[in-house]
């Protein structure tokens, strides 16, 4: 179960802070992992600057208030340059490294060989398909493996899709839908298909939104048409989701 877990989270770029910062926030354990100290001292001075500005907003006129807001939550933060080690204890492991699939598949190739058979596998890639960054996995780990993509900025952003590949088991999703709904995000279930969710609503709100529902009152027959090819595009979009 991840309820108990320690949530790692691979690379302290901009959005691996976010996530670990978000996470630990909503009580959990986390362990922030990377190559070097540097990076890891780096990843550190993003979320302790950010959850200062959190608690001056919260505690305005209380700056021993506001130190303890951020000291407990940087409590449950542990740092290591460890990952072997790190995913042996992870129930949950959140990649955010380079956009590289290559790169991708080697952390996850090491990774499945340290952590124990029921971590939840997960990468917060924008543009590269689950399944192919879970192929360097075992059988029985692609099956625990989906996208958690978050967006940027992680703190302020509500919405993260839960991208599920052919392979992910639907307790797996159950799982993370609830993960994300204790971040106090919006988990939106998304197919194996990078930018989906937002290139469908993109779509849905700067070309057809206006015309989808306007046929109703469309005068001629040309227009009719048109607006119920929009119409029945939305539908069939809608249900795939
Ligand atoms: N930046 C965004 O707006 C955004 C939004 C959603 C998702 N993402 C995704 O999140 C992931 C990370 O993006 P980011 O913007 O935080 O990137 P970033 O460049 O800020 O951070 C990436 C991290 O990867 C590390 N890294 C570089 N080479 C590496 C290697 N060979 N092995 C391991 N780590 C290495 C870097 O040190 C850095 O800490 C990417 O998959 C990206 O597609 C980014």
Not at 93 to 110: C, G, N, R
Not at 140 to 150: D, E, M, N, W
Not at 178 to 183: A, G, P
Request: proline share 2%.
């Amino acid at each position: 179960m991840i309820n108990s877990s320690n949530t790692l989270s691979f690379e302290l770029g901009l959005m691996g802070a976010g996530i670990v910062q978000v996470a630990a926030a909503a009580g959990r354990s986390v362990v922030m992992v990377d190559i070097s100290n540097a990076a890891l001292e780096k990843g550190t001075k993003i979320i302790t600057s950010s959850l200062a500005r959190i608690a001056k907003k919260q505690y305005p006129d209380n700056s021993s208030q506001q130190e303890s807001y951020v000291d407990e939550i940087m409590g449950r933060v542990k740092v290591s340059t460890e990952k072997e080690s790190s995913a042996s204890n992870a129930d949950l492991i959140i990649e955010a490294i380079v956009e590289d699939l290559k790169t991708k598949q080697s952390l996850f190739k090491t990774l499945d060989e340290s952590a124990p058979s029921h971590t939840i596998f997960t990468s917060n890639t924008s543009s590269l398909p689950i399944s192919s960054i879970a192929k360097s996995t075992s059988q029985k780990r692609q099956s625990q493996f989906a996208g958690l993509h978050f967006f940027n900025p992680v703190p302020q952003m509500k919405l993260v899709e839960i991208v599920k590949s052919e392979q992910t088991l639907e307790n797996v999703i159950k799982e993370l839908s609830q993960f994300v709904k204790d971040l106090g995000k919006v988990g939106v279930l998304c197919k194996d298909t990078p930018g989906y969710v937002i290139l469908f609503l993109l779509f849905y709100f700067s070309f057809s939104l206006k015309g989808s529902f306007s046929f109703l009152f469309a005068k001629n027959g040309f227009n009719i048409w048109i607006y119920s090819f929009f119409f029945s595009f939305n539908m069939v979009y809608i249900i795939m989701l």
